[in-house]
């Protein structure tokens, strides 16, 4: 991939935001960031540490403070940032899409459900060892990369010779924070790829990385959803609060999202300027007091408006 950074790139151009995180919880499986508005989540790491010299001090802060942790490679920072980003994403309107309903005894696996027809006979690798999968490798060519593999799981390097003739993969989007989601995402380029996960980003982008489908969440009980992942929710919480959401990344799919976010973020920006109009009209010699989301939003209908030139560009040229 010519420039491995631009996915982290994309994201920040999304999660700016001056909204304060009001908690942040990062449990045994999942990492919770709330705010007034909306709450978003990410894997925590597999690995344990009892030496975190940032707890404490989270709250409070913006959650375009927190995005910028993405970029890091410490993972718990990165998932802090991860957290942080769909918090921010998942503020707005989600895309059009299918809302899957939990299977009995595998609310996690209702993708794999959802696409089974379509993986006969065929190829199919799982980046990722998903609760219970293991119930479908009588029913496909089934192959599972797994960073710390059990049982007939391939370890990491095997992406590189199982990938390239793969018919379909299934990409956790744990990939993104812990940054082998370029790579993943280049050696899947033949697949129809799926991006999975409730650490998700829902951004219609993804399409220029070859993904063809996004299996995200929405948040349907926050509470709930929250209280779960304090507890050390694992699979759980495809019972207590969120459930699958599945959007197609066709370029026409993904040009119509685009345009409905411009504009979205159009009409705030109108407000937005007639408010500051409003606010120095009527005497006011201070600084307008959302200026930074002013200036936040117009930003982002440039680096969208530059985002939408270059799909449709794509899209011409297919």
């Not at 496909?140 to 390097?157: A, F």
């Not at 989601?181 to 033949?190: D, G, I, N, T, V």
């Not at 399409?207 to 929405?218: M, N, P, R, V």
């Not at 973020?265 to 010699?285: F, I, P």
Request: aromatic share 10%; with cysteine; net charge negative.
């Amino acid at each position: 991939m010519s420039n491995p950074q631009r996915i982290y790139e994309l994201l920040l151009d999304y999660a700016a935001s001056d909204c304060q995180v009001n908690a942040l919880n990062i449990g045994r499986v999942w990492t919770a960031c709330k705010t007034d508005a909306a709450i978003g989540m990410a894997m925590s790491p597999a690995s344990y540490t009892r030496t975190l010299p940032w707890s404490g001090t989270l709250v409070g802060k913006s959650l375009g403070e927190l995005a910028c942790w993405i970029n890091a490679w410490e993972p718990y920072k990165a998932t802090v940032g991860m957290s942080a980003i769909n918090c921010s994403l998942n503020a707005h309107e989600l895309p059009a899409g299918i809302t899957l309903l939990s299977p009995i005894n595998g609310g996690n696996l209702a993708v794999f459900e959802h696409f089974l027809p379509q993986l006969a006979d065929k190829k199919v690798v799982v980046i990722g060892h998903y609760p219970g999968i293991e119930r479908y490798t009588e029913q496909v060519d089934l192959h599972i990369i797994e960073r710390n593999p059990v049982d007939n799981d391939y370890p990491d390097p095997a992406c590189e010779f199982i990938l390239a003739d793969a018919d379909w993969v299934f990409l956790t989007a744990s990939s993104i924070p812990n940054k082998t989601f370029p790579r993943l995402a280049e050696l899947s380029q033949h697949a129809t790829t799926v991006l999975m996960g409730p650490t998700v980003p829902w951004l219609p982008e993804l399409h220029l990385f070859g993904i063809d489908y996004l299996a995200g969440i929405e948040v349907v009980d926050p509470v709930k959803l929250y209280e779960t992942v304090a507890e050390g929710g694992g699979v759980r919480v495809f019972e207590n609060g969120l459930r699958y959401r599945i959007v197609d990344l066709t370029p026409d799919n993904s040009m119509a999202w685009l345009k409905n976010n411009i504009a979205q973020d159009y009409v705030e920006k109108q407000r937005l300027n007639s408010a500051m109009e409003h606010w120095y009209t009527s005497g006011k010699t201070s600084r307008f007091p959302d200026f930074n989301s002013l200036n936040q939003i117009t930003t982002r209908l440039s680096r969208m408006d530059s985002s939408y030139k270059h799909l449709w560009d794509t899209h011409q040229c297919e």
